[in-house]
């Protein structure tokens, strides 16, 4: 829930910086990072954080940012 609600701010954010190309990558960055640390303290409440599920967050979120800042907002 946490997430679906951090994803609807982002989008919001994206639509009101819209054009504003270092604010928009700000936001996306910002939206990344708290991807990995939400993924990494579930992880954390239940017991099984393991090395190898940090870098799949963190991987992940660089495909995120990649995918959106390099092809989706050129």
């Known amino acids: 829930l946490l997430l679906i609600t951090a994803g609807i701010f982002f989008l919001i954010g994206i639509n009101i910086f819209k054009g504003e190309r270092f604010i928009e990558f700000v936001v996306l960055l910002t ?10 303290y579930h992880h954390i409440r239940h017991h099984s954080l393991r090395l190898k599920i940090v870098i799949e967050y963190i991987l992940i979120a660089f495909t995120l940012v990649f995918l959106l800042k390099f092809i989706i907002f050129p």
């Open 31 to 40: 939206f990344a990072s708290f991807y990995i640390i939400c993924g990494t």
